[in-house]
């Protein structure tokens, strides 16, 4: 039930930019993509709910391609406080709708 | 910053033992989790409750049981520690389903047996 996320770990010059994706094994009804610093609880980036949206945060963006049961989450021109661990989170369809799973996680590194 | 507390927050106990984490919201969420969290594996789904009284098993439930007797609370029990279960225990609440919206999460328990 986990998704799955690649790569496992980016490391980057700042304004460099990255992309994490995620893919599942069901249909999906939303996505979600969190980032958690060290010690620190998981925090939310952002939601998406329908196939081939689009969302932006910042410099930091994500599609959802539904048919594909994929996301991608794109960070553009990196800056140190992105470093992180970024999961995506996702929520099935029909008598999975409000099981949230999460993937392993990206550990995203970010050097001056 | 969402209203939601767990404690303790941190915990150690002996192998055998039981122990239960205690998360309570003041959001009046429907949806709440309980999540495991150790290297490699991510956020793993333990348990999760859609209303009062009504949960379901996730991914990793063996040796796990919970209770939500009211909205605002929802209780992760370990019958009988084992080592395997040393881990940061996160709980989450959201209104996903409905809408679906963000999960909060609290700041975590860490809990370790010996």
């Known amino acids: 039930q986990q998704p799955v996320q690649s790569p496992q770990a980016v490391i980057l010059r700042e304004g460099e930019d990255a992309v994490i994706n995620c893919s599942s094994s069901k249909a999906l009804y939303s996505v979600h993509w969190y980032r958690q610093k060290h010690g620190e609880a998981p925090v939310f980036l952002m939601i998406?709910?329908?196939?081939?949206e689009q969302k932006g945060h910042e410099k930091i963006s994500a599609s959802f391609n539904e048919k594909k049961q994929q996301s991608s989450l794109y960070l553009t021109a990196s800056q140190l406080s992105y470093s992180g661990t970024y999961f995506c989170g996702t929520e099935g369809r029909g008598s999975t709708l409000g099981r949230l799973y999460f993937g392993r996680g990206t550990q995203l590194t970010v050097w001056p | 910053d969402a209203g939601i507390t767990q404690s303790p927050r941190h915990k150690v106990t002996e192998t055998g033992t039981p122990v239960t984490l205690r998360c309570h919201q003041t959001e009046n969420h429907r949806y709440m989790y309980w999540y495991r969290q150790d290297p490699g594996h991510g956020l793993r789904l333990i348990h999760y409750?859609?209303?009062?009284?009504?949960?379901d098993k996730g991914e990793v439930s063996d040796g796990y049981s919970v209770s939500r007797s009211k909205t605002e609370d929802f209780l992760l029990t370990l019958e009988s520690a084992t080592s395997s279960q040393t881990s940061v225990y996160f709980c989450?609440?959201?209104?996903?389903?409905?809408?679906?919206?963000?999960?909060?999460f609290g700041q975590g328990t860490r809990l370790t047996v010996v």
């Open positions: 409750s859609y209303g009062v009284k009504d949960t």
């Open positions: 998406l709910l329908k196939g081939g």
């Open positions: 989450a609440i959201s209104e996903l389903g409905q809408g679906s919206t963000e999960a909060f």
